[in-house]
């Protein structure tokens, strides 16, 4: 049964992210209660996503410095400055631009590995990408957001990186211990069993956290409509350069593969979290709205690069 339901969980995430979102604006008022189940909703998908991993990973490092290096470069350098001119140009607000910088220099996503996998990408190369750039996240992050806030807003440094340990740094590392010292016994009985149930903390992270923003998302109105557009054209231009860097500069489809979903797919759950704890609800707004995208964009790429397996 809960196989069954996992897979209807994945095969249906491009229609349940969107439908979470319109839930947690419609109950707003009884979802709003439950934001402090979100850290420990997070922190447990973190560990479900890593029971995989292994400390073997980081030896890829060794073999691809400069694909993983480029990679995270990519991440927290170039699309973070994109974000950041596009949304400056087009929104005097510097809430909105804080927001789009957040939405794409949040980790790259661990679901991206199942997109890795379906096109036949190097899956220890991006495991190896996942992991150090998931446990660079609390120092990364942190820098990016305070370069961009500025003073305009007040930013608790020390509590943002304690909560990012908790939840991305933590997990991840129990998760790998367990693999490890379990030999990879205990992550074969429970990776099944765990996975619904981590899908699902997804779309309740979601509900909750857009029941914080829903006084903006009940209004439609011109910004809104341009914050949702510039949000799609941005995840789209993430994996055009992806695609283009990859083509131009590494030959092997398997490496091409892996560099465009690590840098087009983003962990945005997490941004969520952060957008809607140490920031004001606006935001969180470009930041949800980045899940809409995701999944779809990740399907259409997957036509165009590697080779899907049958």
Known sequence: MLEKLNLFLQRYIAILTPLSLIIGVLFENILHHLLFLVVWLFAFMTFAGSLRMTFKD??????????????????????????????SIIFDD????????????????????????????????????????????????????????????????????TSLTFMIVLPTLIGIAVNELSKGQIPQKISGILAPFSKLALFAVIMINSSAIAPYLKNVDIELAFVIGLVLVIAICGYVFTLLIGRYFLHDSSHITTFVFTGGMRNIALGVVIASTYFPAKVAMPVVFGMLFQQVLASIVSKFVGKPSE
């Open 94 to 161: 510097y809430l909105l631009t804080i927001g789009f910088v957040l939405s794409v220099a949040v980790p790259t996503g661990v679901t991206s590995m199942i997109w890795i996998t379906i096109c036949k990408g190097n899956v220890p190369l991006g495991l190896s990408i996942v992991l150090i750039d998931t446990l660079l996240a609390p120092f990364i992050m942190p820098l990016l957001l305070f370069i961009v806030s500025g003073e305009k807003v007040e930013l608790q440094l020390p509590s943002l990186m």
């Open 58 to 87: 980081f030896a890829i490092f060794v073999k691809h410095p400069v694909i993983i290096l480029t990679s995270i470069a990519f991440l927290h350098i170039v699309m973070p400055l994109w974000a950041y001119f596009l949304s």
